[in-house]
């Protein structure tokens, strides 16, 4: 079975940095396209970023763009979430996620998913 464990969350002030950790374990993980999606309390889970199977192609939502970077190690089995100027608004769960074939903007197109790791952004 396939399983995805997220780390490096925490509380970090605006403007500060924090780099997100998720290991998957099980499957073809150089198969995989990978993506992060948050949710906050009362929403609905949105998607962050995603990575290629080969990590040559990237996506990011419009309100990330330029300040966070994906990335993903296909030896080490691991993508990382580099995320840089937060904002309090970037406070929610972040939940690491893989998909079968090409990168998916949908949380329905992704059949993994790992517990998620709270994120919170001070003022």
């Known amino acids: 079975q396939v399983q995805l464990v997220e780390s490096g969350g925490g509380l970090v002030q605006a403007g500060g940095s924090l780099r997100l950790s998720c290991a998957v374990s099980g499957g073809t993980f150089s198969t995989y396209s990978m993506g992060w999606f948050r949710q906050a309390p009362g929403q609905e889970r949105e998607f962050v970023a995603g990575?290629?199977?080969?990590?040559?192609?990237?996506l990011y939502a419009d309100f990330v763009k330029a300040r966070f970077t994906l990335s993903r190690d296909n030896a080490k089995k691991t993508v990382s979430l580099q995320m840089n100027s937060l904002k309090p608004d970037d406070t929610a769960t972040y939940y690491c996620?893989?998909?079968?074939?090409?990168?998916?903007?949908?949380?329905?197109?992704?059949?993994?998913w790992g517990q998620g790791t709270q994120v919170t952004v001070s003022s």
């Open positions: 990575i290629s199977w080969n990590g040559a192609d990237t």
């Open positions: 996620a893989a998909a079968l074939l090409w990168v998916q903007r949908k949380p329905v197109d992704y059949p993994y």
